[in-house]
């Protein structure tokens, strides 16, 4: 009996407030997470609704989910596998990726090598304008190739003005669509490319020259070989950012053409079909953790370079004819986005804009208009956003410090896993989860929060752990030794010093949060409604004046808070 309450003591001595706070914190993503992929995969079986909040709470509730289980089947599986929608839907999904992966590691095959290896002119204004297409949702991307390539587009008006017939391409297609995430996730691939060209041992394509190898050979044998690694890691990335991609498809897909992202959003938005929502849930999850974890393997498993203690100097090609040549290549390429994006800004000012090369006059009463009318979606997305941002600061400090300090390896992965998860993947998951009591969330602003916070924190954890690792235990220990609880000395003396990786991560946070589309989209209410799904549901509309005026001041907030996170980080691109 003695011995029985030394162990109880010795246990909640254990207990303290950091280890409350520990275990909090992982609930939070149980409840939050776990639990709602958990839910959605139990109703891929079932086919119909499975609340298990619910059944604590409810036996009525507790009672029907146990009918239902026992109804589970593979029957939804086995629809998919034999073909139909769904089945066309993720082919088309694994189609459209593996192109745009494809044809943006090509793409910037040549830009990744002029950043890393020559004395290509204009580095830095291409740097900023290559950075531009990340910040733009990809929605209003979409638009912006609409008002350029659309039936009364003006590249269509200029190209049929040269004695083109018809449109240069059919927008509206997969085609339109491949295009847009190639001119517009390209910069997710080229700066992994440029560091890999950067970081290769240039001794080898030095011996390679000084054997008398052409420089054509050294580059295929040798040069890309070295950065392999990081060009197969980039075309992983960019499979799993087009195959989770829904603002493009939405807006540019046909009715013909089914994409696992679009069907999905379809399923539960216009059906309510439950089944069908969460096979192609699960499928959407299972697909994209694949390929993170390829991207992953590649990542840390292999090792193409070389390394030595000996120094070297990376000699620049400045060979005019090579460098001239990929700064075309490279102003050609920025250029679509750029002009896409100028397209949205100078529709933004129109009266009215046909079939012309320019509108026909030009007004601010769009912009008055969304500052008069939609103020409160204004409000709204900044009122999200820092909620989501309090959230995130909170739990990623904790997380930071616990798989630092404590070795949290279980905690470091749980919080990765929502970098794998879809948007849409993740909206349909809290609708299912939170629609009944005791959390009866669904439609409300605190669940948008709390799926904004999931979704992007983290971005949020990784800023923080690089700050949480540059401080050194002995200052925490010496507050402790002080008098001061290890809580106390958390939130006094690690709390500040990690504040310049909380301040970077909280504008990376904010940013991507306030262009979000996919969760907006499926679970904002009425009344809460911000910026994103106001340019959303115009351009449905058609209203395209006004969407193209607020999606202008998306993009201004954004590249604000971009420059300023930029300022903090002190990073350089190139």
């Given amino acids: 009996m003695k011995k029985k309450r030394q162990r109880i003591r010795s246990f909640f001595s254990r207990f303290d407030s950091l280890s409350l706070l520990k275990w909090l914190v992982g609930l939070f993503f149980i409840l939050f997470l776990i639990l709602p992929l958990l839910s959605v995969f139990i109703v891929s079986f079932t086919g119909q609704p499975v609340n298990i909040l619910g059944s604590l709470v409810n036996m009525d509730i507790l009672q029907t989910n146990i009918e239902r289980l026992t109804n589970a089947s593979l029957e939804h599986y086995e629809k998919l596998v034999a073909g139909g929608t769904y089945y066309h839907a993720l082919k088309n999904s694994l189609m459209l990726s593996l192109g745009v992966s494809t044809f943006v590691i090509l793409m910037c095959l040549p830009i990744a090598y002029g950043f890393a290896r020559t004395t290509m002119p204009f580095k830095k204004v291409f740097a900023a304008l290559c950075t ?70 240039i001794s080898l394509e030095e011996a390679s020259h000084n054997l008398g190898a052409k420089s054509w050979l050294t580059m295929a044998f040798i040069t890309l070989p070295l950065a392999l690694p990081g060009i197969i890691s980039s075309a992983l990335l960019i499979f799993t950012v087009s195959f989770s991609d829904f603002g493009t498809p939405i807006i540019l897909a046909p009715d013909g053409l089914n994409l696992i992202v679009v069907e999905a959003y379809r399923e539960i938005s216009g059906f309510f079909n439950w089944a069908g929502a969460s096979i192609l849930t699960v499928v959407m999850v299972i697909v994209a953790a694949f390929f993170f974890w390829l991207q992953r393997l590649v990542t840390k498993g292999k090792n193409y370079g070389t390394l030595s203690g000996k120094p070297k100097q990376l000699k620049q090609n400045s060979n005019r004819w090579v460098t001239t040549s990929l700064a075309i290549y490279t102003g050609i390429v920025v250029l679509i986005p750029l002009l896409a994006v100028l397209s949205v800004g100078v529709q933004s000012f129109a009266t009215t804009w046909g079939a012309d090369l320019l509108p026909r006059g030009f007004t ?89 916070a999931i979704r992007r924190m983290p971005y949020m954890i990784r800023s923080t752990m690089g ?14 030794n002080l008098g001061a609880s290890k809580l106390m000395s958390i939130m006094t003396v690690v709390g500040p010093l990690m504040l310049p990786g909380i301040a970077a991560g909280s504008i990376l946070v904010f940013v991507t949060v306030i262009k979000e589309t996919s969760v907006t989209i499926l679970m904002a209410p009425s009344d809460w409604a911000p910026m994103s ?18 999606a202008i001041l998306i993009i201004i907030i954004v590249l604000i808070l971009q420059f300023v996170a930029n300022k903090i980080t002190k990073n350089s691109l190139y």
Avoid: C
Avoid at 161 to 181: E, P, R, W
Avoid at 429 to 452: D, E, H, R, S
Avoid at 533 to 550: D, K
């Fill in 132 to 201: 531009l297409p990340i910040i733009v949702p990809t929605f209003i991307s979409a638009a912006g190739f609409i008002i350029m390539f659309g039936r009364t587009g003006w590249a269509t008006t200029l190209f049929q003005t040269l004695g083109g017939d018809g449109t240069i391409f059919n927008v509206y297609s997969m085609t339109g669509i491949v295009l847009v995430q190639i001119f517009f996730f390209f910069p997710f691939a080229l700066w992994p490319m440029v560091a890999a060209f950067k970081l290769s041992d």
């Fill in 364 to 452: 601010l009463d769009h912009y008055q208009m969304i500052f008069s009318r939609s103020t409160n979606n204004i409000v709204n997305s900044i009122v999200l956003a820092l909620g989501a941002l309090v959230i995130s600061v909170v739990i990623s400090t904790l997380i930071s410090y616990f798989v630092v300090r404590q070795n949290a390896v279980k905690l470091d992965f749980i919080s990765s896993i929502p970098l794998i998860v879809p948007g849409i993947a993740l909206g349909i998951a809290f609708i299912q989860t939170f629609n009944t009591a005791p959390l009866k969330l669904t439609g409300t602003a605190v669940i948008l929060i709390i799926a904004y």
């Fill in 533 to 550: 799904l106001v340019v959303f549901q115009n351009l449905l509309r058609g209203e395209v004046y006004t969407a193209s005026a607020m």
């Fill in 467 to 480: 700050t949480m690792m540059s401080i050194k235990p002995d200052i925490e220990e010496a507050s402790i």
